[in-house]
């Protein structure tokens, strides 16, 4: 009886120095920090490659996962997927402007204000976080006032939310979205808008060591402990790194031109293959750009319908009218390729340069061939009968009218309207009725001079 007191008396002592022996919920110094880079746009394929960075973090054990950010910031609806997959992490989040010289604009602010941690370098800014209504150029928008604010209210709302729950500078918040606002890296630190300055990734891992952070929607508390760990740097696949590099309004558009000109060349030159091919892999490419944009379609229909003009003045008389017409929708179809009205964030239209330049080079191009196919519908025929016409020839047998005429080595039954033209005679052929060409008296030929001979 004694012994099963001593077995029970010694398991309880062990259970209690385990349980002593269970750490808090920190992470131990001398573990790793995964690090992002995210630099550009905010869009799906940068949603998507933060997203598998904070499920790798989760899954390989990581004290913190650092997004090293620089962006002028994207789609409303990609900002949308970062945050929430922030919120639900189970890792802390720490966002990091860097290097000197980056920004976290429009949609980067709010990022940035889902982070457990929110960091910066110093020459960085942060701010200008207010819904954009724009056109292809830029422009603003005229819509109405109800629209406008019912958009600027939801952005209110939602960043008001993550300034709160991350118990950063909420007033300030809202200034960004309302006002546009937007401060240096230390007014951001005096603001309450970041919680750290830091030169570099290891100064960042000092400053954030021992700090308390919220997990999850319970709001946890959670001790950093990072200083000295390991930096395991997640860099964006190839092809992670290809769709990022085409989804812009930009790359779609070139894309989408150079797929209608590979498949023009492909159908002039039947069986060349070549251009086909080629021309069908920058149609996808830009398909699947377009699919990471929010796509006017009408721009696209603009676009099918410039080559369509352009290539149909190739073999119509219209003398370069279709190739200007043809041009004008290809600049118009450019300009409202990208449905930049939605408030989502900053201007995504095509750049103005880029359309003034592929339109001139592709209305080059196809001038060119209008002007080619001008000359050539110009330029006596070469074959055939009607190349006949305008050549000289010579009279053998008199034209009384009729008679015969030697042209390229053949013999002719000629007629004359003009009377009757002696053998010897040069004509020149005006028309052909079947056989017979009908020729016009033009000059004699010049009869040779005699030889004079010496006398012997």
């Known amino acids: 009886m004694r012994n099963g007191f001593r077995c029970l008396y010694l398991a309880t002592l062990i259970a209690g120095f385990a349980f002593i022996a269970v750490p808090a919920p920190s992470h131990a110094a001398g573990s790793h920090v995964d690090v992002l880079t995210f630099k550009g746009e905010v869009n799906p394929v940068s949603a998507g490659y933060i997203q598998r ?215 002039a030159n039947p069986g060349s293959v070549f251009p086909g091919v080629l021309g069908g892999l920058f149609l996808l490419l830009a398909f699947f750009s377009l699919g990471t944009l929010p796509v006017n379609y009408a721009g696209v229909a603009f676009i099918g319908f410039a080559f369509v003009l352009l290539i149909a003045d190739l073999f119509l008389p219209t003398h370069g009218i279709l190739t200007f017409g043809g041009v004008v929708s290809l600049i118009l179809g450019g300009a409202i390729l990208i449905d930049t009205g939605n408030g989502g964030g900053i201007y995504l239209g095509v750049d103005p340069w880029v359309l003034i330049i592929v339109a001139l080079l592709v209305g080059g191009f196809f001038a060119f061939g209008v002007t080619k196919a001008i000359q050539a519908r110009l330029k006596p025929p070469a074959t055939g009968r009607e190349q006949l016409i305008g050549k000289l020839a010579e009279v053998r047998v008199p034209l009384k009218p009729r008679g015969l005429i030697f042209l390229d080595g053949q013999l002719w039954g000629a007629v004359c309207a003009e009377g009757e033209v002696p053998a010897g005679s040069i004509v020149r052929v005006v028309a052909i009725n079947g056989l017979t060409l009908t020729v016009v008296l033009t000059a004699p030929l010049q009869a040779e001079q005699p030889t004079a001979s010496l006398p012997l």
């Open 53 to 267: 960075g904070i499920k790798n973090a989760e899954q390989d054990g990581a004290a913190a996962l650092i997004i090293t950010m620089d962006t002028p910031g994207g789609l409303g609806s990609s900002m949308d997927d970062i945050i929430q997959a922030i919120l639900a992490s189970n890792v802390p989040v720490v966002v990091f402007v860097t290097p000197g010289g980056a920004r976290a604009g429009s949609a980067g602010v709010y990022i940035t204000f889902a982070a457990h941690i929110a960091a910066m370098a110093p020459n960085t800014n942060i701010g200008a976080a207010h819904p954009v209504f724009a056109d292809s150029s830029g422009n603003e928008l005229q819509v109405s006032d109800e629209m406008k604010a019912k958009v600027t209210n939801d952005a209110v709302a939602k960043i008001r939310n993550l300034a709160t729950t991350r118990g950063r500078n909420v007033d300030w918040a809202e200034q960004a979205v309302r006002q546009s606002v937007s401060v240096t890296y230390q007014d951001a630190l005096n603001l309450h808008v970041i919680d750290i300055i830091a030169n570099d990734i290891p100064d960042l891992l000092h400053q954030m060591d021992g700090r308390t952070v919220k997990m999850g929607a319970a709001l946890t508390p959670l001790v950093l402990h990072t200083a000295g760990a390991s930096v395991n740097n997640i860099e964006m696949g190839f092809f992670e790194q290809v769709l990022f590099a085409i989804s812009s309004p930009d790359i779609a558009f070139l894309l989408l031109t150079l797929g209608g000109l590979g498949l023009f060349f492909e159908l």
